[in-house]
């Protein structure tokens, strides 16, 4: 199993050659299709449409959500097709990573002439209260 760091580095560069053969203004959908088929043929374990229950204090479900890749059962990738990405889109991911109890997480957006990609971490210790975000891998 690749350290997550590495798993993160094989899905930007596959998502960046995507970029460049596809370029932008295809629906999100296209680009989630391309990754997952890309990682696939790279003998990596890829979700679609991987869902995530949300639930309150009580354990009462409150609703569901449905994150675009889950890879190697550690890493959830949410796609965007827009030409910028905004604070909505990182409190998208963030929400994602808690319902999820998954601490690393990648938004991608290929709608953009430039190509942007960000990584995100929660910690662990936010149970306590804590939360770390990273931004990395460039954009």
Same mark, same amino acid.
């Given at each position: 199993?690749?350290?997550?760091m590495?798993?993160?580095?094989?899905?930007?560069?596959?998502?960046?050659?995507?970029?460049v053969?596809h370029?932008?203004?295809?629906?999100?959908?296209?680009?989630?299709n391309?990754?997952a088929?890309? %990682? #696939?043929?790279?003998?990596?374990a890829?979700?679609?449409?991987h869902p %995530? #229950?949300?639930?309150d204090?009580?354990?009462? %479900?409150?609703?569901?959500?449905? +994150?675009?890749?889950?890879?190697?059962?550690?890493?959830?990738?949410?796609?965007k +097709?827009?030409? #910028?990405?905004?604070?909505?889109?990182? #409190?998208q991911?963030l929400?994602? %990573?808690?319902?999820?109890?998954?601490?690393?997480?990648?938004?991608?957006?290929f709608?953009?002439?430039?190509f942007?990609?960000?990584?995100y971490?929660?910690?662990?210790?936010?149970?306590?209260?804590a939360?770390r975000t990273?931004?990395?891998?460039?954009?």
């Amino acid at each position: 199993m690749k350290p997550v760091m590495e798993l993160c580095d094989v899905v930007r560069e596959t998502a960046y050659a995507i970029h460049v053969h596809h370029g932008h203004g295809h629906l999100e959908k296209v680009y989630e299709n391309a990754l997952a088929h890309r %990682l #696939a043929k790279l003998g990596i374990a890829i979700e679609q449409q991987h869902p %995530l #229950a949300v639930y309150d204090e009580d354990g009462t %479900l409150i609703g569901e959500y449905f +994150a675009d890749l889950l890879v190697d059962g550690r890493l959830i990738v949410e796609l965007k +097709a827009c030409r #910028a990405l905004s604070d909505e889109h990182t #409190a998208q991911v963030l929400g994602y %990573l808690k319902s999820a109890r998954i601490e690393d997480g990648l938004l991608i957006n290929f709608g953009s002439f430039k190509f942007q990609v960000k990584k995100y971490v929660q910690s662990r210790e936010r149970s306590q209260g804590a939360q770390r975000t990273d931004e990395c891998c460039g954009e």
